[in-house]
């Protein structure tokens, strides 16, 4: 089974520019996840999506970054413009759990993106 | 606000030697713990935990709950050098409609030296 694809691996911007990544989850999960992981700190969620509807983005700054899933498989998260605080490796997860079966378990993480703003 | 405490942050040992990590939390509703292992790449499931006082063991890494004291451990026993990572808990609240919204600590960096 094919794991989470992440692409691209490693990207070095200037601040105020713009960037984007790209995940594609295992195939048939339903609901795919966007973390921020800053150096020394553990994966913060960033957004949630179920199929192709946002189910959380409280943690989204809004203002700079903006997800979409629109065909409810791959999924792209772009910042614009960047800030140095940014730094850090976006990862993507996915499960497989469905609306109303309440499943609890593993998320399948991708390698992520190691993204460095100068 | 969900909550997640590691620790310690970080620790070295020798290889054969026998580690303990702790995870304290404070979740609303909470479902379920789980452990991650990540190396220098994509954090790797290890156990998910639900249920108070129930060992979980994979080899030479088991982890418990304890529901009312609102903790996990990790053990490791004989570590070896392919144990070194960073050692992370994540909480799962739940509430919600869908399940899998984990909030995770800062993680414990673990090194062992042959």
């Known amino acids: 089974e094919a794991g989470v694809a992440q692409s691209p691996r490693y990207k070095i911007i200037e601040k105020r520019q713009s960037v984007a990544f790209w995940c594609n989850p295992i195939?048939?999960?339903?609901?795919l996840y966007w973390y921020q992981q800053i150096l020394g700190q553990g994966p913060k969620l960033l957004i949630q999506?179920?199929?192709?509807?946002?189910?959380?983005d409280s943690q989204l700054p809004k203002d700079r970054f903006s997800a979409e899933r629109l065909k409810g498989v791959d999924s792209t998260l772009k910042i614009q413009p960047a800030k140095l605080e940014d730094s850090a490796v976006y990862l993507c997860?996915?499960?497989?759990?469905?609306?109303?079966?309440?499943?609890?378990?593993?998320?399948?993480f991708g390698e992520g993106s190691r993204l460095t703003v100068l | 606000e969900d909550k997640v405490v590691q620790s310690p942050l970080s620790l070295v040992v020798h290889e054969g030697d026998t580690v303990t990590l702790n995870c304290s939390y404070e979740?609303?509703?909470?479902?379920?713990l789980l452990w991650y292992k990540q190396e220098k790449k994509a954090p790797t499931f290890l156990f998910m935990l639900?249920?108070?006082?129930i060992e979980k063991k994979s080899g030479r890494l088991s982890s418990i709950l304890d529901k009312k004291e609102l903790f996990s451990i990790l053990n490791i026993t004989a570590t070896q050098t392919g144990d070194s990572a960073v050692y992370l808990c994540?909480?799962?609240?739940?509430?919600?409609?869908?399940?899998?919204?984990?909030?995770f600590g800062a993680g414990t960096i673990l090194r062992v030296k042959s």
């Open positions: 999506f179920q199929n192709n509807g946002v189910v959380d």
């Open positions: 994540a909480v799962e609240p739940g509430g919600g409609e869908y399940g899998n919204k984990l909030v």
């Open positions: 195939s048939g999960h339903a609901t």
């Open positions: 997860a996915s499960s497989p759990n469905f609306m109303g079966q309440g499943d609890t378990g593993e998320l399948f």
């Open positions: 639900t249920s108070s006082g």
């Open positions: 979740v609303t509703n909470f479902r379920s």
